[in-house]
C-alpha cells in the first residue's frame, strides 16, 4: 500500500475527521459507481465513527447503484432542494469525492462553496481545482475508491472497515475499470482488493448487483442500438451510436439503463475509439456525450477540445446543447480532427 499523504497533510486529515460533527459528501453529477461507492464509503466509516453524515448528490443516480449500504438515504439536490441545502448550511465539514472542478457539483455548486466548512476533495481525475483546505488528488489511482483506500490504510484503519465500507469501496474500484478490465494494471489496486477482500465481502455478488441488473428494455434497446443506430466509421476505428428521449421511451428505459452501453463497440475487432451521444433525461436538448478507447488514443482531449468536457485518457464525457443532428456533425469534425490518430 502506497502512503499519498505527507506526514503535515495525514495531520491536517486526521485533525479534520475528528473535529467534524456534521459532514456533508458529494460527488459528480450524474454520479457513477465511483461517486456513490466512494461517497458512501466514506459516509459509512464517519457514521461508525459517530458523525452525522449526510450524503447528497447533485441529482438521480442509476438504480443498479441503489443496493449498495447507505443507498436509500441519499438526498437529491434536484428533488429535494431545500434538504440538500439546509444539510450544506448545517455541516462543519464537507467532503466531494471524484470531481476535479466545484462546477461538476452542478446545482450544490453554490451552496457548496458558499458554506464556510472546511472542505475535502478525495479525487483521480486529472487537474484538479484547488478550492478546498484539503486536495488529496491522484489521477495516477484507478477510482476515487482506491484514493480513499489508500487514505485509510495511512489512517491505520483499513484493516477494520466494516463490510459495508469494504463493499462500497470495492464497488467504486469495479466500476470504474470495467470490472478491472481496464485502467487496472497497478499491481497496488490488488493490494488494496486484499485488504477488502479480507473484511469478508463477496466480490461475484457485487459484480452481480451492478452488471446482472438489465431489464428486458435495456437488453432489447441494447440490441436496436447496436443493429440500427451505430455507424461504423472504419477508416477512423471509430463507432459512433446515438439515442433519443423518443427511443429510450419506446423500449421503457430509465435513467442508468444504458450505463455501460458505450463500452461495446469496442469488442469489434480494431475498434479504437467509441462514442455515445445520449439526449439528457432531465434536459431535452442537451446531448450527453460518452467516448472510451483502447491504447493510447486520448479520449480527454477530443472531450475537452469538441465536447466542453473531459476525463481520463481512456474514458472521458462532454455535452453538448443542441439537436441530434448537429451533435452527429460536431462529433464528425472531432473525428476527423483527430484522424491521424485513428487511422
Ligand atoms: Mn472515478
Not at 105 to 119: K, N
Not at 144 to 150: D, F, N, P, Q
Not at 187 to 204: F, M, N, T, W
Not at 211 to 238: C, D, I, P, W
Amino acid at each position: 500500500m502506497e502512503n499519498i499523504l505527507s506526514q503535515e497533510k495525514l495531520h491536517e486529515l486526521k485533525t479534520l475527521l475528528d473535529d467534524c460533527t456534521k459532514v456533508v459528501i458529494s460527488a459528480h453529477v450524474s454520479p457513477d459507481g465511483d461517486a456513490i461507492g466512494s461517497s458512501l464509503a466514506m459516509a459509512n466509516y464517519l457514521r461508525r465513527k459517530g458523525k452525522q453524515v449526510t450524503v447528497a448528490m447533485p441529482n438521480i443516480f442509476p438504480d443498479f447503484l441503489k443496493w449498495m449500504p447507505g443507498a436509500d438515504s441519499i438526498l437529491v439536490y434536484t428533488r429535494q432542494q431545500e434538504q440538500a441545502k439546509a444539510a450544506v448550511a448545517q455541516a462543519d465539514l464537507i467532503i466531494i469525492c471524484d470531481l476535479n472542478q466545484p462546477s461538476r457539483l452542478s446545482g450544490l455548486e453554490e451552496t457548496v462553496m458558499a458554506s464556510q466548512a472546511p472542505r475535502i476533495l478525495i479525487d483521480h481525475h486529472l487537474d484538479p481545482a484547488y478550492f478546498c483546505q484539503l486536495t488529496v488528488s491522484q489521477p495516477d489511482m484507478c477510482a476515487t475508491g482506491e484514493v480513499i483506500c489508500h487514505l485509510l490504510h495511512q489512517l491505520g484503519e483499513l484493516g477494520s472497515i466494516s463490510q459495508d465500507e469494504a463493499v462500497c469501496l470495492y464497488a467504486a474500484m469495479m466500476c470504474d475499470t470495467g470490472a478491472f478490465s481496464f485502467n487496472s494494471s497497478r499491481p497496488v489496486i490488488y493490494e488494496c482488493i486484499s485488504q477488502l477482500l479480507a473484511r469478508g465481502i463477496d466480490k461475484d455478488q457485487i459484480y452481480r448487483n451492478v452488471f446482472y441488473t438489465a431489464s428486458e428494455g435495456r437488453l432489447r434497446l441494447q440490441g436496436y442500438l447496436l443493429y440500427v443506430n451505430m455507424k461504423v466509421l472504419h477508416n477512423y476505428h471509430t463507432t459512433i451510436i446515438t439515442l433519443t428521449n423518443e427511443e429510450r421511451r419506446r423500449f421503457n428505459v430509465k435513467n442508468g439503463d444504458t450505463e455501460g452501453l458505450v463500452n461495446i463497440p469496442l469488442q469489434i475487432l480494431g475498434m479504437r475509439l467509441s462514442i455515445f451521444i445520449n439526449e439528457d433525461t432531465e434536459h431535452p436538448g442537451t446531448m450527453k456525450l460518452s467516448l472510451r478507447s483502447v491504447d493510447d488514443f486520448p479520449c480527454d482531449q477530443m472531450a475537452s477540445r469538441f465536447f466542453g468536457g473531459g476525463g481520463h485518457k481512456n474514458a472521458s464525457g462532454g455535452k453538448l446543447v443542441c439537436t441530434m443532428q448537429e451533435a452527429c456533425k460536431t462529433v464528425q469534425k472531432a473525428v476527423e480532427s483527430f484522424s491521424e490518430m485513428l487511422k
